[in-house]
């Protein structure tokens, strides 16, 4: 029936994609697709317009007409999508391929330009280049005395006197030098004037790191898990007027999420002033506002039976919550909770780049002076803390996961010590950590001048043409940096990613070296903010997003890396055994039953660290690494709060929108 | 006596659950509800209790009209309401014990239940539902490292923490090997003659209908199609209730 029907109208239903894109597959339908294609067509027309126009880019001269090659690509987008109007009518279509390459082709053409990437640099200035990687692989722990004079003596020197020391010769005096001091902690009897004080611990700036991303932690748990359940739909359902909160509670959360730490952090700063205690705020707002989101989205997929089983007990509504839901959500609960504290970790290491606190101020700081052997010190500290902050959530989240019964407790003799025991150490660590990020509730209630003007300016945000021109010219360069990102990380993370897979090394011992090694790399990559990068590529190949956009395709091609790897190492074993068993070589194997099941999830991931780098390239800025975030650091510094709230507002909305996108896109995937 | 008088339930997708079903049971009856899945039984039981608003329609229980019972009311009737399910509904990640006590929440006071304070009567029950459901030395296990049948048996000890004068069960041994069908009736059948609890029970095995109730329903569409003695129905009813392709099959 409906076959024939369609028969009739098909060509001029097919053919109207021709006028108008995407009107065609909707008018047959495929509503989503026709959509997609007719905001993706305008999307690229206006960039290829403002692309020519602002920075001359791909202009070619037909006769006196001036115009963009880049239309060549889009007029087979337009032809792809005609075609795929009319195979759609014959139920078939005419697949992505085509209309994504000549998307992605345009894309690409101006990103590289507006992006400013210029790889001759990498190779002209390699001399710099190799200058800082000398000095960052020999970062300043210990020192040592040379005619009078205290050196730096990094690894090579520590090989070299342990060396004479297993042979009996006489070796210098080695020490900690004052750089680690002021990393961990010191034990000075001076203070800065020079007159001598009884011993104290100083601690150092990664201890205080430590202490943001605990203190962060733990406010963000009290603050998330009472939203949460306002945030829950299932929940909220149940109490008159409860559907409203939801919706205003999930508005909240998402706000407090798309901003950025470091964002948020600038913020901060003009409230409470620079330090640590600025950087715990900073990064509980964001932190309680993506916790008490999956909270609730985990309140949201419990099993309803036994809340309805208690409910028809004669429960009420705070009953059923304490015994239906509550038991339900503890174990996802707390493995939220340890995912985020290792994010926090991380985060605390960046966040003093605004804030004035922790190990991210004495990165800007020795950055600033040019200090790179230091600076590399605090690089492999940190790598060395967030990888064992890493290691201990994975582990835990793993036990938790898994959530087994556990056997009927045996009270041994002073088993009963056990929970005080923790108690105390819990205590401890919260009244050191407490102290040493110096938080000071006064401050919260005593916002500085500044602030009000801040609130004022932002209810004012200036939305002038010249201003929203400037922020949405910034804001395409750092939707376009991510992207570039996102797929130089790509290209390297995909081969690597075949040799950290545990599943296909197999067992040959020069293998399986390789994948320990692969593996350790990528872990110690990951480990590290692409801000704390940005500092490297600035030296070399200059300041601007050309800088930024290589820092985020490190960490994109770590954590890539690690994601395929797993992806690679969760396929299905079956058609592997299938293709093996009609004697297939290995790169056989790999092409015919490795790759069809891996591209799926493989999309999936690109566009999810696309969204990722999204929020990172808005923040690169703050570290020389153009974009938005540069603006936004501008506008901030000049005390023009107007257009600093229109950055803002643009963030938000491009982050918000690129996180709807990506959600739809991967479920699509899947 | 329990009087259904023209339930209808139209869900907001518009689909019809129960179109009007109209019937009673006695106090003390075991009355079994048959038919297809889909054809309300579930939406049924739950009007009952009122877990599903009715959209019209009236069901009488003794001098309680249940449907005209609002916020404390419901709680009220609810706990005199046992429930048994077929997935069991228990918290899986809590003790058997814990599992059972909710049963009594509907008569605490709410702030030291928050606080998993009961008083040692309630505790005493407990122990005593235990012993009744041979539970006893599973008290303190998690809900989820008992086998299916063990885990119906919690559900019931639970719904007779509630001091039932009717159960409502659902399906309440379609997720159980056909075994321990019988041992989970058995216990049904036990608690209607003994303590006089009147039980609803839908069921999908006609000779389970035929071996423990003591009335039957049937309903095909949201519309009762049957109401007698189980022996009543014969090849024709079963033919009317399950449908012509249908073929009688039993079980052990």
Redesign the interface.
């Known amino acids: 029936m409906r076959k024939e029907k369609n028969k009739n109208y098909l060509y001029p239903i097919s053919l109207s994609s021709i006028l108008i894109p995407g009107l065609g597959q909707v008018l047959q339908k495929k509503q989503s697709r026709g959509i997609v294609i007719f905001f993706s067509t305008i999307i690229l027309l206006l960039l290829i317009i403002w692309a020519l126009n602002n920075y001359g880019i791909s202009k070619i001269t037909i006769g006196d007409i001036e115009t963009s090659w880049l239309l060549i690509p889009f007029t087979l987008f337009w032809i792809w999508n005609a075609i795929d109007s009319v195979l759609i009518g014959k139920n078939k279509n005419a697949g992505l391929f085509l209309g994504v390459f000549c998307a992605f082709t345009i894309l690409f053409v101006i990103g590289w330009h507006v992006t400013e990437v210029k790889p001759d640099l990498l190779l002209n200035k390699i001399g710099d280049a190799r200058v800082v990687v000398t000095k960052i692989l020999n970062p300043d722990f210990f020192s040592i005395e040379k005619n009078g004079k205290t050196e730096i003596c990094s690894w090579n020197c520590l090989w070299t006197n342990f060396r004479d020391k297993l042979y009996g010769k006489p070796i210098q005096n080695i020490q900690f030098s004052k750089n680690p001091g002021d990393i961990f902690g010191r034990i000075q009897t001076v203070n800065s004037i020079g007159d001598p004080i009884k011993p104290t611990f100083f601690v150092g700036k990664l201890i205080e790191t430590i202490a943001i991303g605990l203190m962060a932690t733990l406010f963000s748990i009290i603050i998330a898990i009472p939203l949460s359940f306002l945030g829950a739909k299932n929940i909220m359902s149940r109490l008159p007027g409860g559907n409203n909160i939801y919706f205003f509670m999930r508005t909240i959360f998402n706000l407090g999420r798309a901003v950025d730490t470091v964002v948020w952090g600038i913020f901060v700063v003009v409230w409470v002033g620079l330090g640590s205690f600025a950087g715990v705020i900073a990064l509980t707002i964001h932190s309680a506002a993506a916790l008490a989101k999956l909270f609730s989205e985990e309140i949201e997929h419990i ?1 309803p ?2 809340v ?9 509504t ?2 059923v919550i ?3 839901v509550i ?2 959500i ?2 996802p609960f707390l493995s939220y909770t340890l995912l985020r504290w290792d994010i926090n970790m991380r985060s605390a290491t960046v966040v003093g780049f605004v804030a004035g606190g922790g190990i991210g101020y004495f990165v800007l700081e020795t950055i600033r002076v040019g200090a790179y052997q230091q600076y590399a010190a605090a690089l492999w500290s940190i790598a060395a803390v967030i990888m064992i902050v890493d290691n201990i959530s994975t582990r835990m989240r793993e036990n938790i996961i898994l ?1 087994k ?2 056997p ?1 407790k045996r009270g041994g003799s002073l088993g009963f010590l056990k929970p005080f025991l923790f108690i105390v150490i819990g205590l401890a660590i919260f009244v050191s950590c407490w102290n040493i990020t110096k938080i000071d509730l006064k401050d919260l209630l005593q916002p500085g001048p500044t602030f009000i003007q801040i609130l004022k300016d932002f209810s004012n945000i200036d939305l002038s043409i010249s201003t929203v021109e400037l922020i949405s010219k910034q804001m395409i360069i750092t939707i376009l940096q991510a992207m570039l990102a996102t797929f130089l990380g790509a290209i390297f993370a995909i081969p690597a990613s075949f040799f950290v897979a545990k599943t296909l090394t197999g067992k040959s011992r020069v293998l399986s070296w390789l994948f320990y090694l692969s593996r350790s790399i990528f872990n110690f990559l990951r480990s590290i903010e692409a801000l704390l990068y940005v500092a490297i590529f600035v030296y070399w190949v200059g300041i601007g997003p050309f800088a930024g956009m290589l820092a985020l395709a490190i960490t994109t091609f770590a954590l890539l890396g690690k994601m395929f790897s797993e992806a690679i190492e969760n396929i299905d074993s079956g058609p592997i055994e299938a293709v093996n068993a009609t004697g297939a070589s290995k790169i056989q194997m790999i092409i015919y039953s490795i790759i069809p099941q891996i591209v799926p999830s493989f999309t999936s991931y690109l566009v999810y660290q696309w969204d990722i780098n999204i929020r990172m390239a808005t923040i690169i800025g703050f570290a020389g690494g153009g974009g938005i975030g540069l603006t936004l650091s501008t506008f901030f510094g000049s005390l023009q709060y107007h257009k600093a709230g229109t950055v803002v507002v643009f963030i938000v909305l491009v982050v918000a929108l690129m996180d709807y996108a990506s959600a739809k896109i991967r479920e699509a995937m899947i | 006596m329990l009087q259904i008088q023209h339930l209808r339930k139209v869900y907001p997708n518009g689909v019809v659950a129960l179109n009007d079903v109209s019937f009673k049971v006695k106090d003390g009856a075991f009355l079994a509800i048959i038919g297809l899945s889909g054809s309300g039984k579930s939406t049924l039981l739950r009007c009952i209790n009122r877990l599903i608003e009715p959209t019209s329609g009236k069901i009488i229980w003794g001098d309680i009209d249940i449907t005209a019972a609002k916020g404390k009311e419901i709680l009220k009737i609810r706990r005199q309401i046992g429930m048994v399910f077929q997935q069991f509904n228990l918290v899986k990640r809590s003790s058997v014990y814990t599992n059972i006590l909710s049963g009594r929440l509907g008569y605490v006071e709410t702030l030291p239940s928050l606080l998993h304070l009961f008083s040692k009567k309630d505790h005493d029950k407990a122990i005593r539902t235990l012993k009744q459901m041979d539970l006893l030395e599973k008290a303190h296990v998690r809900a989820d490292s008992l086998s299916g049948g063990q885990q119906q048996r919690v559900g019931i000890a639970r719904a007779l923490m509630q001091d039932p004068k009717l159960i409502l069960a659902d399906e309440p041994v379609a997720s159980l090997d056909p075994v321990l069908a019988h041992s989970i009736l058995k216990y049904l059948e036990r608690l209607n003659k003994e303590n006089g609890i009147t039980v609803l029970c839908s069921l999908h095995f006609l000779d389970l209908v035929h071996r423990y109730a003591t009335s039957a329903i049937a309903l095909k569409d949201g519309n009762v199609v049957f109401e007698g003695l189980p022996k009543q129905i014969d090849d024709k009813q079963f033919k009317a209730i399950y449908g012509q392709e249908a073929e009688k099959i039993s079980i052990v």
């Open positions: 099993d039976g036994p309805e089983a208690i409910t028809a007990s004669g429960a009420n705070i009953q304490r015994y239906g038991p339900q503890i174990p959530d019964p556990k009927p």
